[in-house]
């Protein structure tokens, strides 16, 4: 600007000296031609000023835009927090708060019971408790970064200035999450899992750290809702065991290695055969096998359970169609399983699939299955029951809430857990427990299966004392499907079980 005007007074001067020149004794065509000249280059002078000025606003503009691209691309639009981005790019600015000789602590939090609020009272409102648990952060941590990593995680690096209490910070962020968050008539009660971790302690990468903290979490998150956990060498050992399982795990289910095992289901009173349980068995190498309720709930925690249930049910349905026609396939559900809304279509449509009559299959619920998710547990075995499929209560009196589930859904059988079966025969209290479930079933006009029956003398007093189906070590271990295709009930047939009914 300032060369400009310095310009336009040369030019000016210029223009004042030729004046001069051609006044003293210029001829007044050349004169006329001078002066034309030295508009049109006045002009042109101004024109590129202002052409200068324009092109410098629009650098500035174009800075503004790029910042304002960034900026969007490091914050979540929702909470206006930075997200996992921002982590990247900040990483060099927390690393020279350090150099400053600051200690730092990275806590974890995942929500707890925000999916169900969301489902609940829809998306929007789902928005507002983010918000809300994105301001209650901020309130906490005002100097420190507060980011939102996506879904309903958020992440703190904060400052440790002095001796602060991380375990008490780390419950007073539980402590506020969890204050109910209200909305015109709408509420939630949201909990959450805390991890953290410590920089420089834990590792003198921040990006490690963070890792440690998220690992310290879901640790949390294993140990039971509103915990908070720091991290400790030994979580990121689990957690590598567990990634590494998890892989393995998803492969074993993508080639169809884990497998049902059967185990017969005894009608008490002729001796017969009339089902079989499918029991899911993975085994790693001959003769070594992973524990089922392991791998399961590794399934559960890790997304893949519905793969799983898919694989496990499409083999046992083929498997079922090589038994004598009327030989029930018993087929447990995961409390999981029962609150996803898809659930019910799928095993339909693969009993469409393999063609086995659903009046042939009968699904095994868990009592916490039913508390978990109430509703949609409710939506999925009515269309399983309109189907025509049978439904047993599994683990029948280690849950809760055992006689209302019995009042509020149609049951067609009631499994009796084993840990009564395997002491009614001397403790007095247990024994008339069994009588009083026996005498419930045959009231709702229920069948009633003892689980877990290894005994003669178990087996003959449960017959006389008129239980219905019996299932144990006695009757059958669970065995996979003979190799010899001559059917799995004649298999049975010829084992010590079997024949200790006749006897
Ligand atoms: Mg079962």
Known sequence: MVLGLSLITIVFDLHRLMDDYLETGGHSYLQDLFIALNMTGIIGLIYSALRIRDLNAEIDRRITA??????????????????????????????????QGMGLVVYSIDLDGFKRANDLWGHDFGDLVLKTVAQRLLDIFPDDHVLRLG???????????????????????????????RIGHRSADIGASVGYALYPEDSTDLLTVIQGADNAMYEAKRRGRNTVTPFQAEIRAVTLRRARMEGELRAAIRMHRIVPYYQPLV?????????????????????????????????????QIAELTDSLFRQACRNALTWPAGTVLSFNISAIQLSDRLLGLRILTMLAETGLPPTRLELEVTETALVQDPQTARLILEQ???????????????????????????????????????????????????????????GLGVK???????????????????????????????APLPASGQGVVNHYAASAGASALSA
């Open 267 to 303: 009608d008490l009173k002729t001796g017969a055969i009339i089902g079989f349980e499918a029991l899911a068995r993975w085994e790693i190498t001959p003769g070594q096998f992973i524990a089922a309720n392991e791998f399961i709930a590794l399934a559960e925690e890790t997304g």
């Open 151 to 181: 879904g309903d995680e958020f992440l703190i690096v904060a400052k440790r200035a002095g001796c602060l209490d991380l375990d008490a910070t780390g419950r007073t962020i539980l402590q506020r999450i969890g204050e109910p968050v």
């Open 384 to 442: 399983f029951v309109g189907a025509g499929i049978s439904i047993a209560l599994d683990d029948f009196g280690t849950g809760h809430s055992s006689l209302s589930q019995l009042s509020t859904y149609r049951f067609d059988k009631i499994k009796i857990d084993r840990s009564f079966i395997s002491t009614f025969e001397h403790s007095e209290k247990q024994d008339k427990l069994v009588r009083a479930i026996i005498a419930l079933g045959a």
């Open 66 to 99: 790029e910042d304002r691209a960034e900026w969007i691309a490091c914050h979540d639009p929702l909470t206006n927090l930075p997200n996992r981005r921002a982590l990247d790019a900040k990483g060099g600015a927390i690393g020279l708060a350090h150099a």
């Open 448 to 478: 009633v299966t003892a689980e877990g029956i290894e005994t003669e003398s178990q087996m003959a007093k449960l017959s006389a004392l008129g239980c219905d189906i019996g299932q144990g070590y006695l009757l059958g271990r669970p």
